[in-house]
């Protein structure tokens, strides 16, 4: 898929409804998502560049102040919060697959784990609890996984 055809998927579904361009080699999306109907609405930003790895941030609320200072599992960054949506090295993502029937749902479902956590403070959502250094490891060698701005400003 090209970052144009991302875009259109993007742009055209219900799921998505938001703003975002591509600039500088990169799309970035941003869009508004609530896990339930009585979920409070989180403000989730994607980032993504050919031959890299898609990245999603919840801008909004802060994550950090809703735990309360606890570690919250499965992120890759605190600030901004950068979700753990799947293990790169499985490749369970590929540049085939549409951000808005992969990634966009990945992330409703990541909150509704996230949100069911804050009140149990058992992280229910599976997949493979790892410690920061791995997690560091994992960016570090997963092409593109480190190399997405934090910022999302090159593709407003």
């Given amino acids: 898929m090209t970052l ?5 998927n993007l ?3 219900p799921m998505t409804q ?10 970035t999306w941003r869009f508004q998502a609530s896990p339930s109907p009585i979920s409070r609405m989180y403000d989730l930003r994607l980032m993504y560049r050919l031959n890299g790895v898609p990245a999603a ?8 102040s809703l735990a309360k200072g606890v570690r919250i599992p499965h992120l890759y960054s605190e600030q901004p919060a950068r979700l753990c949506l799947y293990l790169p090295s499985a490749y369970e993502w590929r540049s085939s697959m ?9 992330a409703v479902l990541w909150l509704w784990y996230f949100e069911d956590w804050l009140a149990t ?8 609890h790892v410690s920061p250094e791995v997690e560091a490891e994992i960016v570090a060698t997963s092409p593109g996984l480190g190399e997405v701005s ?3 400003k090159e593709a407003a």
């Fill in 11 to 13: 742009k055209g579904s």
């Fill in 121 to 128: 403070g058992e992280w229910r959502g599976g997949g493979v």
């Fill in 57 to 64: 941030f919840v801008d909004h609320p802060d994550l950090t």
């Fill in 150 to 152: 934090q910022s999302g």
């Fill in 4 to 8: 144009a055809q991302q875009h259109v």
């Fill in 18 to 27: 938001g703003d975002g361009g591509i600039a500088g080699g990169a799309l």
């Fill in 98 to 106: 549409l951000l808005d029937r992969t990634i966009v749902p990945w």
